[in-house]
T-cell receptor, first 114, second 114 residues
Framework: GESVGLHLPTLSVQEGDNSIINCAYSNSASDYFIWYKQESGKGPQFIIDIRSNMDKRQGQRVTVLLNKTVKHLSLQIAATQPGDSAVYFC?????????????FGTGTRLLVSP | SQTIHQWPATLVQPVGSPLSLECTVEGTSNPNLYWYRQAAGRGLQLLFYSVGIGQISSEVPQNLSASRPQDRQFILSSKKLLLSDSGFYLC?????????????FGSGTQLSVL
């Protein structure tokens, strides 16, 4: 079935670098996308979202880019800090049998070295 | 503000024993509620969702069941646990934001079936 996947399972960066986490989605009907951060042993936390009619959205130190042509989503983290170390999930939202369904990718682990 | 409570945080159960995980949401009415399971190092798999009291939809065939006896209470159960039921279980509720429906997760229950 339709799925959301990630290009890099693990990303290692130095503190202060910019990080880019990528995600590919396959459902062209998806109209809403969310990035979540999950620290070890905790539930995922909402980071930032974007609708399909947008190309870019910025938050505090984070930017999400959406390329609908190639069905690609990315999360950019500026000046990465050790506290950013976590697993990051992208999720796509589409209508399925009358219900808004959120499908999660496998996740990318971000490791930040001091 | 809305909060979600999930318990217990960790649980070790023998094969064949029953299971009951509880989740409650505060500060909102008639939320959509969800149970997800996450295998170690993997993504989130939707197990059940509920749009109202007594209304449960199952996403995948499995050894588990869910119930919603009250508006803000969601329970995940099993009569006889299997080894394959081990995992990290997450309860979530959703809210319709400006751009789409966001999920907010509880802190999770780490279930080990031995």
């Amino acid at each position: 079935g339709e799925s959301v996947g990630l290009h890099l399972p693990t990303l290692s960066v130095q503190e202060g670098d910019n990080s880019i986490i990528n995600c590919a989605y396959s459902n062209s009907a998806s109209d809403y996308f969310i990035w979540y951060k999950q620290e070890s042993g905790k539930g995922p936390q909402f980071i930032i979202d974007i609708r399909s009619n947008m190309d870019k959205r910025q938050g505090q130190r984070v930017t999400v880019l959406l390329n609908k042509t190639v069905k690609h989503l990315s999360l950019q983290i500026a000046a990465t800090q050790p506290g950013d170390s976590a697993v990051y999930f992208c999720a796509e939202n589409y209508m399925n049998t009358g219900f808004q369904k959120l499908v999660f990718g496998t996740g990318t682990r971000l490791l930040v070295s001091p | 503000s809305q909060t979600i409570h999930q318990w217990p945080a960790t649980l070790v159960q023998p094969v064949g024993s029953p299971l009951s995980l509880e989740c409650t949401v505060e500060g909102t009415s008639n939320p959509n509620l969800y149970w997800y399971r996450q295998a170690a190092g993997r993504g989130l798999q939707l197990l059940f969702y509920s749009v109202g009291i007594g209304q449960i939809s199952s996403e995948v065939p499995q050894n588990l069941s869910a119930s919603r006896p009250q508006d803000r209470q969601f329970i995940l159960s099993s009569k006889k646990l299997l080894l394959s039921d081990s995992g990290f279980y997450l309860c979530a509720w959703s809210v319709q934001g400006a751009m789409g429906e966001k999920l907010f997760f509880g802190s999770g229950t780490q279930l080990s079936v031995l």
